[in-house]
């Protein structure tokens, strides 16, 4: 079919990348550390490193679940929103 491309991946992972950078500037903002958050979220600090740097695993852009950034929303005390980048990128495959 004309028209039709694949989710572009460097797509998702600038959008993942701005999320880090939201959650990092909040968590600052409230001079909170990545453990503080972390333990309060139910994560591991190390978890929480992976998503404030916007990756899984090198090279891999972070896909946390719906419930991971509620949590963390909620840690930071702002709405789910204000985390999240405004500018979602086209996922479909058209």
């Given amino acids: 079919m004309t ?3 694949a989710p ?3 797509d998702w992972a600038a959008y993942a990348r701005a999320l880090g ?8 903002d409230l001079g909170l550390s990545q453990e503080d958050v972390a333990y309060r979220a139910g994560l591991s600090r ?17 896909n946390p679940t ?9 840690v930071l ?8 980048p405004p500018l979602a990128p086209d996922l479909s495959a058209r």
Wanted: net charge positive; hydrophobic share 30%.
């Fill in 3 to 5: 028209g039709e491309r």
């Fill in 8 to 10: 572009r991946p460097e």
């Fill in 21 to 28: 950078v939201a959650m990092q500037r909040r968590r600052i």
């Fill in 46 to 62: 190390y978890t929480y490193q992976k998503f404030e740097k916007a990756e899984s695993r090198p090279g891999t852009p972070a």
């Fill in 66 to 74: 719906l419930k991971t950034v509620l949590s963390i929303a909620q």
């Fill in 77 to 84: 005390r702002c709405e789910l929103g204000d985390l999240l």
